[in-house]
């Protein structure tokens, strides 16, 4: 459950919302604890209202107003949290300086377990996890000769396997029922399940996608000129041309945040068949995760060099 977003600066009038959009009602703002250290990301939720991320000093969890700073996994000098699950694991990858070796970590009950390498490669990145415990990721030397899609199931880790997948393609995310989404280096989105593969369906003149995000079997990838949610490999529906999505729950709601005519972003929600809504934000912003309880997390222009990290809640 994851994503993040960037935010640009400036404050936003009500006056100036695009034409079918809704203010904020029912939603209310709060503030994520400030951890220590710099480049702080939030990328994941636990789907109950804890977030995880990382900074330049460690792995970083947040449950409720407390944030804690798990450092890094043993003999590593970086770590970056990737995803999360229902059950509070956090999938990792860190970076040994010493030995160049790019290895990745499931952190759990208060300890980094490091993924077991596929046999003949030195090398793992992981993307993405599922509730079940499911992960995906790529596998590879020498990053010049290419890279293999790589599955670490959540019964037996010790012994990742190789997917038999078609060439060129990445995988990008795992939904709970283990349909892992990937991206083919031509611009085609594919769905992969049970040693098949099904490529989604583009609008007519459309030949390139990039696949963000897959849920309960909603797909959100970017196109050219905008974005399109898919509920079927073969049935997509526009995001709203003004708003830029960057994550989605199993419900179908949706988080990002509008486009303006100057530089400022208005943090915004959406739930196909429903107007946008903005959210309340007392400067420009971005939401970045949306967690199966509804939250939705992310980021405001704040005066100082770093931006504020928020929550938004309903009621």
Known sequence: M???????????????????????TGWTMSYLRPPGGTAIRVVAT???????????????????????????????DTVEAVDENTSKA????????????????????GGFQVLEKVP????????????????????????RYGSWAAFWPAGDRAHPVLLDSPPLLRPVDIDHDGTILM??????VWLWKDGAARRLVLPEGVHEARAIAIRDGKVLADINGGQRLWTAPDTSIPVPETMTVTALNGSGLL??????????????????????????APSSGC??????NGEIMGTLQDDDYFDKLVVWRRG
């Open 90 to 109: 956090i999938l990792t990858n860190g970076y040994a300086i010493s030995t160049r070796t790019n290895s990745s970590f499931v952190f759990q009950n």
């Open 120 to 143: 003949g490669y030195s090398q793992t990145r992981v993307t993405g996890m599922n509730n079940r415990g499911d992960i995906v990721g790529d596998v590879y030397n020498d990053p």
């Open 287 to 292: 939401g970045a995760i949306v967690s199966d």
């Open 255 to 280: 988080a990002g945040c509008l486009r303006t005519m100057g530089t400022a972003t208005i943090p915004a929600a959406w739930t196909p068949g429903g107007p946008v809504e903005t959210l309340p």
């Open 46 to 76: 636990d789907g109950a209202g804890g977030y995880a991320g990382h900074s330049d000093r460690g792995l970083l969890t947040w449950s409720g107003w407390m944030v804690r700073n798990h450092g890094f996994p043993a003999g590593h």
């Open 2 to 24: 994851k994503r993040t977003s960037l935010v640009l600066a400036a404050t936003v009038a009500v006056g100036l919302l695009p034409a079918g959009t809704a203010s904020a």
């Open 183 to 188: 991206q083919e280096q031509g611009g085609g």
